[in-house]
């Protein structure tokens, strides 16, 4: 998915 | 998670370890930037709001209850304990000009226009520029202290390896974080100057010191 947020980083 | 991003994570922790080592052990918080380091709580608190809503891992939930705590923790000793020490007149980078456009940044690229959306996008920008002041106080002082170079070096090699991440992430997931990835790279960018000088000096035993 392109533009998806990575929420799983810091 | 992959090698690099937990080798990030890890270096980010360490980098935190070696700041709190440098001002108990000198007992002296000379040499950091109060501003810098109130920029990082401020990255924190707007980024981790997600902590009271959304469950990701344990690894992610103690992590981000290590950097929200030791980051005021850590303006507690600045602020309160090693007053003294801290010099405001040699930090003087104008917050502002890093502040403003962050929120304008924020307004313009985001995910979703939620308020938790905004504030995680406005914290990864400023993320980015949190340094600055910090790199600002150091141009200025023209030296460091070896403990706050390895601190710095620590910070800077935690983005640095969130870049392999996002290109591992890419590959093995199809996942692209453009904002993310944009401010990312400006963070590390920033860096440069001052690994060309911890890695030419300081890791050759030498003082670190800028040319006047």
């Known amino acids: ?10 | 998670m992959n090698i690099f991003r937990l080798l990030g994570d890890l270096s980010h922790l360490a980098s935190i370890l070696i700041l709190l080592q440098k001002i108990q052990s000198t007992r002296s918080c000379r040499g950091i930037s109060f501003k810098t380091q109130a920029l990082y709580a401020t990255v924190f608190i707007t980024r981790y709001l997600d902590l009271f809503y959304d469950w990701v891992s344990l690894y992610n939930f103690v992590m981000k209850i290590f950097f929200i705590a030791s980051s005021c923790y850590v303006l507690y000793l600045m602020k309160y304990k090693y007053r003294p020490t801290h010099d405001p007149s040699i930090d003087t980078f104008r917050v502002e000009y890093l502040l403003g456009p962050c929120a304008v940044l924020a307004l313009l690229f985001h995910y979703r226009f939620t308020l938790p959306e905004l504030l995680w996008s406005f914290s990864i920008f400023l993320e980015s520029v949190a340094i600055l002041p910090q790199l600002f106080m150091l141009q200025r002082t023209g030296e460091a202290e070896t403990i706050t170079t390895h601190y710095l070096a620590a910070l800077g090699a935690y983005r640095a390896l969130y870049i392999p991440n996002w290109i591992y992430r890419w590959f093995t997931e199809d996942m692209v974080d453009p904002i993310a990835v944009t401010a990312g790279i400006v963070q590390t960018a920033l860096y440069l100057d001052f690994f060309y000088v911890y890695f030419t000096k300081v890791l050759q035993g030498q003082k670190f010191e800028l040319p006047a």
Do not use: I
């Open chain 1, 1 to 10: 998915s392109q533009g998806a947020h990575s929420k799983d980083e810091l």
